[in-house]
């Protein structure tokens, strides 16, 4: 895995405040597959929970390339799109203790909660076969971002 590139705190704090946001992956024909998913700060990207069974998931094994929308709340008050390709932590590449580790990390990360029933969590994520996804972008643009570098001139 790369060493992550820290996103800058006011973005982080964007995807804190604004855990919604719409994936897009490329179907094997090429057209976009969009899906709603929960995004959270990962390791200098953005951090997206799927699954092993997911459309989303055949596709971004396929092709890794992807981006994400991450909108303000009320819909205009800014948004940004991250692309890059995504890094994926599932059954078929990573060793239990770390997959069980990542799992663990978004629940913390999209509850904000730092406990819970541990072992009834690591059985319910395996079940699901639960990946962890980051997308490390390549690029970031949109209006929030902007609005970001504005601020940071004043």
Same mark, same amino acid.
Do not use: H, M
């Given at each position: 895995m790369p060493t992550p590139n820290p996103l800058a705190p006011q973005i982080e704090? #964007?995807?804190h405040d604004n855990p919604q946001g719409v994936l897009t992956? #490329?179907?094997?024909?090429g057209m976009p597959q969009l899906s709603? /998913? @929960?995004v959270y700060p990962r390791d200098g990207g953005v951090g997206i929970s799927i699954t092993e069974t997911r459309a989303k998931f055949k596709n971004l094994l396929r092709?890794?390339?992807?981006? /994400?929308l991450v909108s303000h709340v009320d819909w205009w008050s800014g948004f940004l /799109? #991250?692309?890059?390709?995504?890094?994926?932590?599932h059954s078929g590449n990573t060793d239990p203790e770390t997959l069980?580790?990542?799992r663990r990390h978004i629940f913390s990360a999209t509850t904000r909660r730092r406990s819970a029933d541990w072992?009834?969590?690591?059985r319910i994520t395996a079940a699901d076969k639960r990946v962890a996804m980051i997308l490390r972008p390549d690029h970031i643009y949109g209006s929030a971002? @902007?609005?970001m570098r504005e601020a940071l001139a004043k």
């Open positions: 704090q #964007f995807l992956s #490329f179907r094997r024909n709603i /998913v @929960t092709d890794p390339r992807c981006s /994400v /799109v #991250f692309e890059g390709k995504a890094e994926l932590l069980r580790l990542a072992d009834q969590y690591d971002l @902007t609005r």
